[in-house]
């Protein structure tokens, strides 16, 4: 058994955020062992004061989001998420992993902004930064919350995971599938359970990932395979078998994301790099240089995402010839926005002694034990 306590985790290090005042580093004195002890996670309930996101970035295809946790017990080492944790003074690296915030009135929110007058509806992303089912997911539920507020209000909501977890809520997705209400992305980066080990420690296996795309379009929800991001060197090489894998389960669209490796997250991926690729860690860098105009990262919009210069050019003359071969090339229709509509104007008066709405009664629950707890 390993006793590196890094062990099923994605950073190497624990690096302070770019905002901290003072770096401190640690060293071996050689003088007294340190006692091992294993990273634990650590979640932090917080109420929170709005919860839909807006956005204007031009290449991104949704308006609003919403993402019920902070920091990601996955530990994907190239979340583009990670510098996040700098903005409440935590490290962008194994603190990102193990230091984890669940906005516990997330649907009672989402219940009081639909409720206003003014609000119109566009199609509400589930996740989109950190993801909507990690493992805290099974004990918190506020993403099952969220989508039994969605079916409740007819709101149309697309969402993106590469968790299994997501079946667990395929009851409430086939009902809104049916109305078209609903569409899912599932995130497949590797077929490879050794680099998947290493690069998404505690996300679930390739297969599972693939067993959600099948569970999901035979109750007929409408998903994406999304191969984000492409790594080079290390999974380039299997756009056509990935593609291929999920067009077989089910998938009708497919898009990509090449490596971003913005702010903190350049060196935390360096330094992964060094440990489980030392190898091919140069070529690594070199190929995500040519495509960023000899940077680690250019942030301009049309080019984070894809890439410029010739090896991204063949990155996507590939992909776009897989899409096209293996049937992933079908139009994404656009979800519904006609249907949405107050609960009250469906069934007419609320009864003044009605129960509690399930996602509001799960919220107090779990802010009555947050109380308690403190």
Not at 294 to 299: A, H, I, Q, S, V
Request: aromatic share 8%.
């Amino acid at each position: 058994m390993s006793r590196d306590p890094r062990h099923g985790r994605g950073a190497r290090t624990n690096a302070g955020g770019r905002y901290e005042r003072f770096v401190a580093e640690a060293f071996d004195d050689g003088w007294t062992p340190e006692e091992v002890r294993p990273l634990e996670t650590i979640v932090t309930p917080e109420l929170a004061k709005s919860i839909i996101s807006t956005n204007a970035s031009p290449d991104i295809s949704f308006e609003q989001s919403i993402n019920p946790y902070r920091g990601c017990e996955h530990g994907c080492i190239y979340c583009y998420a990670r510098p996040n944790h700098a903005y409440v003074g935590l490290s962008p690296g194994l603190d990102f992993e193990t230091k984890l915030f669940v906005k516990a009135n997330a649907a009672e929110l989402l219940e009081a902004e639909f409720a206003k007058p003014s609000y119109r509806p566009k199609t509400i992303m589930l996740g989109g930064v950190t993801d909507i089912y990690q493992p805290i997911e099974r004990g918190y539920g506020v993403t099952r919350a969220l989508l039994e507020v969605m079916e409740r209000w007819r709101h149309p909501v697309s969402l993106i995971t590469k968790s299994q977890l997501v079946i667990r809520d395929i009851d409430i997705l086939a009902r809104l599938a049916e109305r078209d209400l609903v569409k899912a992305a599932i995130s497949v980066t590797t077929l490879d359970r050794r680099i998947a080990r290493v690069m998404e420690p505690r996300a679930a296996t390739p297969q599972r990932r693939i067993d959600s795309i099948r569970a999901l379009t035979q109750a007929g929800v409408p998903t994406t395979v999304m191969m984000a991001p492409i790594v080079p060197a290390i999974t380039d090489n299997e756009i056509e078998a990935v593609l291929q894998a999920c067009a077989e389960a089910g998938a009708s669209a497919a898009g990509y994301v090449v490596l971003r490796l913005p702010l903190e997250i350049k060196d935390l991926f360096k330094e992964w790099l060094a440990e489980h690729f030392p190898d091919r860690a140069a070529r690594v860098i070199s190929l995500v240089r040519s495509m960023r105009n000899g940077r680690d990262y250019d942030p301009e919009w049309g080019k984070r995402q894809r890439g410029e210069g010739p090896y991204a050019k063949l990155i996507a003359d590939r992909f776009v010839a897989a899409r096209r071969r293996f049937g992933l090339d079908k139009p994404s229709l656009p979800l519904d926005h006609t249907q949405f509509r107050r609960p009250l104007e469906a069934g007419g008066q609320q009864d003044l002694f009605a129960e509690e709405p399930a996602p509001l009664r799960a919220v107090a629950e779990q802010r009555a034990k947050f109380e308690h707890d403190k």
